[in-house]
């Protein structure tokens, strides 16, 4: 047998120990191979058998797994691929878009980081800037103290509204003729007049504060008075206002010499419903302190309303009773001092109440009530609310208006209209027609200048009638001559007059009588007894020098020179007062009789005005102490005499009897 044959012959299929073991036709041995995958448990698992095949000298694949994805559990279930996707040298696929542009990536991301840095840097110079005007702008409402200047006579003279102004009317305000008050205190800054508002308390301003500052500051309106500033390093926290000349609304209504007809009533109410209408639609909101006090009078005769915003101040602030007066029930109630729209739209009701009426809010002055009665009782409310009386003359106010006004101070908040009415409704009382205020103003100014000029020649002929008063008065205190001297402010030089005839007399008894008198009794018995001396002198060319207690001294001839006839005038003024002295009655002792002694003498003497607080017209000379002492050492109801008067008498007048009493010691002076 040959080996080829025995090859063929050898072929055979066996066990082994390794299982069955085959012997192919070529007498070499095909083995049989086991696949095996690791699970997820990293366990080893049978995949794929592989079996030859005797005759076609192959191999059978006898797969074990169910899915191939059991084949590849370990890769995800995936099977690699044959070749990878960009091939073994990477040479396959496209460059990425970081790979072929990385040049004009680096370049964009160089270029959009400068352009971030310098979005950056402007940003940050933009609100550096933006805080450096706000800085600004807060610089120009903080006033320091030291800027405001209390006016001055000088001070205002070089400013327009100095006391110099050629136009003045009685209802416009220099800055020097408004004093200050607990409220209000008024300056100059930088030569412009300004009014400041106190506050009790001193007030952190912050963010919030600062904004609504600002706010206020940049509001501009017609019918808005101008926020000037604030002064915080003052004795008080103040805030500053521009300064109107004729005063607030409530100025011109209490002090009543304005001539306000329908229209002018009528263009106020205006302005108050356009300033009240911008306040509302603008960031303030609201008011809160309406009154007619903060509704103030420019030149021109607009009215504008002041102490706008401030709202952070008015939460601290407490109105006054009088400020009440204009504040609505429910902000009443509930102790709210910063206000609403009804609110406002309440007060300016009270206000229109005011024009319409020209007198000052509910006319406490003339009423029987007092304010704290009164918001007591708006207060309370009820189905008839307290209001104010609306009493007007046919023409001087509008029906329509009238009707406004109670609607707009309804009870009910909701019920009052708001301010976009209020100014439709104004607009329409007056048909809609613009007009001119001013036109308006001066034809009133004219007739308030003749109604003046009236008033000044009513006042002139009263001064008239004063002055002849207080000339009575001083002729009666002084001679007509010297008086008319002194009211010309020229010097009254003492005068001497070579003769003069003097009068003395004196009640008899005086200090008896007032022993059984009261000091009263006393007063009322001279007063009777001079006033009818005073009458009987008034007859004659006496003038009364003046007198002491009960002593009565006159003169004639001087300062008045009459010749010789002063002798005869004295005489006869004796005569008649002793006729006068026998007629006259003591009202608390009818049983006594009253009596005086006359003394006369005639000479040389005298006359001056001495002092300078109450002048007295004086008499110096012998011939006053001689007349002095007739009177002293005369009898009851007889005229005592001088020689020099008795030759007077006699010879040089002639026409009177005396009778001699003979000689008589006087002191120093003998006379027969």
């Known amino acids: 047998m040959s080996g080829k044959a025995a090859v063929q012959k050898a072929e055979m299929t066996f066990a082994g120990q390794a299982g069955n073991i085959r012997i192919n036709s070529n007498g070499t041995r095909d083995p049989e191979f086991f696949l095996y995958s690791l699970d997820t448990g990293d366990k080893a698992q049978l995949m794929i058998r592989l079996v030859s095949q005797a005759t076609a000298n192959s191999y059978v694949i006898n797969p074990v797994y169910n899915a191939e994805s059991q084949l590849w559990i370990s890769r995800g279930g995936l099977r690699p691929l044959n070749e990878p996707k960009c091939g073994f040298k990477n040479d396959q696929c496209p460059l990425s878009f970081q790979e072929q542009y990385l040049a004009f990536v680096i370049v964009a991301a160089v270029v959009f980081f400068l352009i971030v840095l310098a979005v950056m840097c402007s940003g940050v110079c933009v609100v550096r800037s933006k805080r450096r005007e706000e800085a600004a702008r807060d610089r120009i409402w903080q006033v320091p103290f030291g800027s405001l200047m209390k006016p001055t006579s000088k001070g205002q003279s070089a400013s327009k509204y100095s006391l110099s102004s050629s136009i003045t009317t009685s209802t416009r305000f220099t800055l ?38 600002r706010q206020l500051f940049v509001l501009d309106h017609d019918n808005l008075n101008k926020f000037v500033g604030i002064c915080e ?31 002018f009533k009528f263009s106020i109410m205006r302005d108050i419903s356009e300033g009240l209408h911008y306040i509302h639609h ?33 939460e601290q602030e407490t109105k006054t009773q009088k400020e009440l007066l204009w504040t609505a029930p429910e902000l009443i109630r509930n102790g709210d001092t910063v206000g609403t729209k009804p609110g406002d739209v309440y007060s300016f009701a009270i206000i229109c109440s005011e024009i319409a009426t020209k007198k000052s809010a509910w006319d406490l002055e003339e009423g029987n009530r007092d304010a704290e009665e009164v918001i007591y009782k708006v207060k309370r409310g009820g189905k008839n609310p307290l209001r104010p009386d609306i009493d007007v003359e046919e023409g001087e106010a509008s029906s329509s ?67 002849k008063k207080s000339d009575i008065l001083l002729y009666r205190m002084l001679p007509k001559q010297v008086a008319e001297k002194l009211k010309l402010g020229q010097s009254v030089e003492p005068e001497a007059f070579e003769c003069v005839t003097i009068f003395f007399s004196d009640v008899v008894s005086f200090t008896t009588l007032a022993s059984k008198s009261t000091p009263i009794q006393v007063v009322n018995l001279l007063n009777d007894l001079y006033s009818t001396f ?21 003169v004639s001839g001087l300062p008045h020179l009459n010749g010789n006839d002063h002798a005869r005038e004295v005489a006869e003024m004796s005569f008649a007062l002793l006729a006068a002295i026998r007629l006259f009655k003591i009202p608390h002792l009818p049983n006594e009789k009253l009596q005086i002694r006359i003394g006369m003498h005639t000479g040389p003497s005298v006359a001056g005005v001495v002092g300078i607080t109450m002048p007295r017209y004086c008499l110096f000379g012998d011939s006053v102490n001689t007349a002095a002492r007739m009177e002293s050492n005369g009898k009851p109801m007889r005229i005592h005499i001088s020689p020099e008067t008795n030759y007077f008498l006699t010879s040089v007048i002639g026409g009177y009897r005396t009778e001699t009493r003979g000689e008589v010691i006087i002191k120093v002076v003998r006379i027969k």
């Open 233 to 263: 390093d003052g004795p008080q926290f103040m805030t500053l206002w521009k300064f109107t000349q004729r005063g607030s609304l409530k100025d011109v209504i209490e002090k009543g010499t304005l001539q306000m007809d329908w229209f």
């Open 176 to 213: 020097d003729s408004k004093k200050e008050t607990d409220l209000h205190a008024f300056f100059l800054l930088y030569n412009e007049p300004i009014a400041a508002r106190k506050h009790t308390h001193r007030l952190y301003l912050g963010k919030k504060e600062l904004m609504e500052l």
């Open 401 to 467: 208006m009238l009707l406004l006004i109670k609607d707009c101070w309804a009870e009910d908040p909701a019920v009052r209209p708001n301010t976009d009415q209020v100014r439709a409704l104004v607009k329409s009382i007056n048909h809609g027609r613009s007009a001119n205020l001013m036109d308006h103003v001066f034809n009133v100014l004219e007739q308030y200048a003749s109604n003046l000029e009236e008033e000044v020649e009513s006042r002139m002929n009263e001064l008239i009638e004063e002055k």
């Open 282 to 314: 603008s960031p303030l909101g609201v008011h809160g302190w309406l009154t007619s006090g903060c509704c103030l009078v420019s030149d021109r005769w607009q009215l504008k309303i002041t102490f706008n915003g401030c709202k952070f101040i008015k």
């Open 534 to 554: 005073d009458a009987i002198i008034d007859e004659h060319d006496v003038y009364k020098v003046e007198t002491i207690g009960d002593g009565y001294l006159c």
